[in-house]
């Protein structure tokens, strides 16, 4: 039976609906493949993805007032991999990025279409780029590691002559049904702590970009490299205080932040991944969950005083982030004329996916840029198997200018810097 929307899915719906194609709701993934792939594997895998996992042939009717999910049978729902030509461009993310271009611009069609597209551009005989086109309401960042290692052990059945078994795990729509049931125990347990956590959030420090007449602002961005030691020393100084990674890339981006735009006090936004049960962290789907951190980077003192503070507000944050972000918007009622709470982002990812599909072909993920945002500013660490992060600061055109972002990424460098001392 239809099930309904989950309260992430409900914003991306909305979102959709009111401004199509807007590539802050899409994903284009691409994945350079090196070894003797087999096309007819490669398509039954798939397939076997699709059959696995129903958030990815599901569509999005309005049935009985309200848009409801519909997961398709797995006959009508086949992936359909496209072959395409390889483009003139010079260099892997060059060839992705032109192999997906015309992608930013064909919304996803969601009462009638399933949320995921596929191209294949061979290169050379051992040499491929595989393409994924898929939208942010069945999709987030972890569901890309879950959907990397079912290709991977499909390609590997189907290679070997087996059919792929897929390990049983819950469907999107029975988490979205079990999170409407939780939804007034959660907000009794969260709504208390974020109004008094956010009575008093301070002004943007972000220069107000223009609005854009038509369509979203072109996004920019710059990377700047922090090494392995750097983030191994980010790491100790957090774990020692008994946080996460995340806790000292808040501390010394929020310092390089205040430092920049001059703001004595500022809030940013993160993450969670909202998987808060281990039945769905194999579940590819959209689980999550944006929370509000207000820090005092320059009333805070050192960097040691810093880092304290945003390792116990990120702990505490934690456990209190089961509410879904729209409904704290809601009841908190916050002025609306830009982003609610905060305008800038900071965010740690997961390390992308890399493996091989049957043991032969080479995985390895090519970033692809989005051409057009309407978020201010994301500061995005992006790990490599280094361990190193590529920290992907990112911004709208009609924003900040490119002189400040340059700015930005010079502070950042001297910021984490210190904030990796307190190791």
Request: hydrophobic share 45%; net charge negative.
């Amino acid at each position: 039976a239809p099930a309904p929307l989950s309260r992430a899915q409900q914003r991306f719906w909305l979102a959709e609906m009111s401004a199509p194609g807007s590539a802050d709701n899409m994903i284009v993934l691409a994945y350079a493949l090196t070894g003797p792939l087999r096309h007819d594997l490669l398509q039954a895998a798939l397939n076997d993805v699709v059959v696995a996992h129903p958030a990815l042939r599901t569509i999005y009717p309005w049935l009985d007032e309200a848009p409801r999910q519909q997961v398709l049978a797995p006959a009508g729902a086949a992936p359909v991999l496209e072959h395409v030509t390889p483009p003139g461009a010079e260099g892997m993310r060059e060839v992705a990025e032109a192999v997906t271009a015309d992608w930013w611009t064909r919304p996803f069609s969601l009462e009638d279409e399933v949320p995921l597209r596929v191209r294949l551009c061979r290169l050379a005989e051992d040499r491929h780029l595989l393409c994924l086109h898929v939208h942010h309401i069945a999709f987030d960042g972890w569901s890309e590691s879950v959907l990397v290692d079912e290709l991977a052990r499909a390609y590997a059945a189907r290679s070997e002559g087996r059919t792929h078994e897929a390990a049983p795990a819950l469907s999107y729509g029975e988490f979205s049904t079990w999170e409407a049931t939780r939804l007034a125990d959660w907000a009794g347990r969260d709504l208390p702590f974020w109004k008094e956590e956010l009575a008093a959030v301070p002004a943007p420090f972000l220069p107000a970009p223009a609005r854009a007449d038509t369509g979203s602002p072109a996004r920019l961005e710059r990377v700047l490299k922090v090494d392995a030691q750097t983030v191994r020393r980010l790491e100790q100084a957090a774990a020692r205080r008994g946080g996460p990674a995340l806790a000292a890339l808040l501390a010394g981006a929020t310092r390089a932040l205040a430092r920049t735009f001059d703001a004595g006090e500022l809030a940013v936004g993160s993450v969670t991944a909202g998987r808060f049960d281990p039945a769905l962290e194999p579940v590819v789907g959209y689980f999550v969950n944006p929370f509000a951190v207000v820090l005092s980077p320059t009333h805070d003192g050192s960097a040691e005083e810093l880092l304290d503070r945003a390792t116990a507000r990120v702990l505490s944050h934690l456990q209190h982030v089961h509410t879904p972000f729209d409904e704290v918007v809601r009841v908190l009622a916050p002025p609306r004329d830009r982003h609610p709470f905060f305008q800038a982002w900071v965010v740690l990812q997961g390390l992308p996916p890399h493996g091989s599909l049957g043991g032969h072909v080479a995985v390895e993920p090519v970033r692809v840029r989005a051409p057009s945002t309407d978020i201010e500013l994301v500061l995005e660490a992006i790990p490599a198997p280094d361990g190193s992060w590529d920290l992907v600061v990112q911004w709208r055109a009609d924003g900040i200018t490119t002189a400040r972002a340059e700015e930005l990424l010079a502070e950042l460098h001297t910021a984490l810097g210190e904030t990796a001392d307190c190791a």
